[in-house]
């Protein structure tokens, strides 16, 4: 028998009312985050002998670290864009009125602390602080006002992600970081499909990003490069040294088909509806190439 939401205990609500908060605050976000780092922990765990009966330890260690990883991130970053998301993004928790700056201020000290906490306990704690120190800059110091230096914090974000990821597991390996250091390099081009959605709101916040410095034409030209450069360089610098077996094989071609939609996508499809799915998709796309290393490493 169901239980009326107004019998339920105090604390029970109380839970169920913050998860759905976190939800509101982290849910554009979980595939650039949550599910890339969970991949990449997997690589590292199968790519040893695969031990079986940790892995459901580590599952459940992963999720904690990466729900931090996104939630202090998006708690800063929604804190410093409220008025932009007030025009662009009204449905977010601080603009619709769900909870308050000072409730969201409360909240991001405690994910920092915490985010701490667990990142010592799981032996990467130097990323977590790297990560720490990135998202803090960017969203509070000023780094997403100008399009390289947003660009770089993007790039460190993905190494202090997919570092953490690996070390969680084992010691970090050559192969580990060719495969890193790639998906950083692509980041800090790919990256700039994301700012042709805000662009209004980015000019309501002053910022320079690429499109708003050098149009939206160039912007889209770049980007559709970078994607299919991005394209050549997973298959020649990630699955070409380690073999092209019938998986990789398939993964690769699946990338390579996901880089260039993505890249026609930009280049014909100028809607910021359209600019959003293309972004998603390059989430998308960042996830295959970390599922692949499942299957290659």
């Not at 509101?24 to 922990?41: E, H, K, N, Q, W």
């Not at 309501?204 to 050098?214: E, K, Q």
């Amino acid at each position: 028998m169901r239980i009326p939401a107004a019998r339920l205990p105090h604390w029970l609500k109380t839970i169920a009312s913050e998860v759905y908060l976190y939800w509101r605050f982290t849910r554009y976000d979980i595939s650039a985050t949550v599910i890339p780092g969970m991949l990449f922990m997997l690589a590292a765990w199968h790519s040893a002998q695969p031990d079986w009966h940790a892995l459901p330890g580590l599952v459940v260690w992963g999720m904690i670290y990466f729900w931090l990883y996104c939630t202090t991130f998006c708690l800063s970053n929604q804190l410093a864009g409220e008025a932009e998301d007030r025009l662009n993004k009204p449905d977010r928790p601080l603009p619709s009125g769900l909870v308050s700056r000072r409730g969201t201020w409360i909240r991001w000290f405690g994910t920092m602390i915490l985010f701490t906490l667990v990142g010592w306990w799981l032996g990467v704690v130097e990323w977590t602080l790297l990560w720490q120190v990135t998202l803090t800059l960017h969203n509070l110091g000023g780094f997403a006002r100008h399009y390289w230096l947003k660009n770089l914090a993007m790039m460190l974000g993905v190494i202090a992600q997919l570092a953490a990821a690996w070390q969680m597991v084992r010691p970090l390996t050559p192969e580990a970081y060719t495969w890193l250091i790639l998906a950083a390099l692509t980041a800090f081009a790919n990256i700039s499909i994301q700012d042709l959605r805000d662009i209004d709101g980015d000019r309501l916040n002053n910022r320079r990003t690429l499109p708003i410095v050098f149009g939206t034409n160039f912007t889209r030209g770049f980007v559709a490069v970078a994607f299919v450069l991005s394209a050549l360089l997973t298959h020649f610098a990630l699955f070409v040294p380690f073999g092209l077996n019938v998986g990789a094989l398939l993964l690769d071609l699946v990338l390579a088909g996901l880089c260039l939609v993505i890249a026609g996508r930009v280049l014909l499809f100028r809607t910021t509806a359209a600019d959003h799915v293309s972004y998603m998709l390059y989430t998308y796309w960042y996830c295959f190439v970390l599922a692949a290393a499942i299957v290659v490493l």
